[in-house]
């Protein structure tokens, strides 16, 4: 099983990142994604999750109408479009699968919002 983000980086306040998780290793269509993200000294938040089909999604109220999760199930990826960085979204983002029986962390990728 691997799940491998990209897409981090630094960002000027008011940029824009998109973020990737590409899964293998498991069935992805039958998986919930999220991303989630921990900036140092802070505990691990959820930013926004996906359904299975990608119909349905929901978001932490600080990064709503800014970010949006959307699947592929065709390539087994997930994305996070972020627009409107804030320094407070410096992070390291995380990609999360889970079903009913298995979850699985991706290894994380930074993102920084800096001027």
């Known amino acids: 099983v691997q799940l491998v983000e990209s897409g981090g980086g630094l960002v000027q306040p008011g940029g824009s990142l998109r973020l990737s998780c590409a899964a293998s290793?498991?069935?992805?269509?039958?998986?919930?994604m999220s991303w989630y993200r921990q900036a140092p000294g802070k505990e691990r938040q959820l930013v926004a999750r996906?359904?299975?089909?990608?119909?349905?999604?929901n978001y932490a109220d600080s990064v709503k109408g800014r970010f949006t999760i959307s699947r592929d199930n065709a390539k087994n990826t997930v994305y996070l479009q972020m627009n409107s960085l804030r320094p407070e979204d410096t992070a390291v983002y995380y990609c999360?699968?889970?079903?009913?029986?298995?979850?699985?962390w991706g290894q994380g990728t930074q993102v920084t919002v800096s001027s």
């Open positions: 996906i359904t299975t089909g990608g119909i349905s999604s």
């Open positions: 290793g498991f069935t992805f269509s039958s998986y919930y």
């Open positions: 999360y699968a889970q079903n009913w029986a298995n979850a699985y």
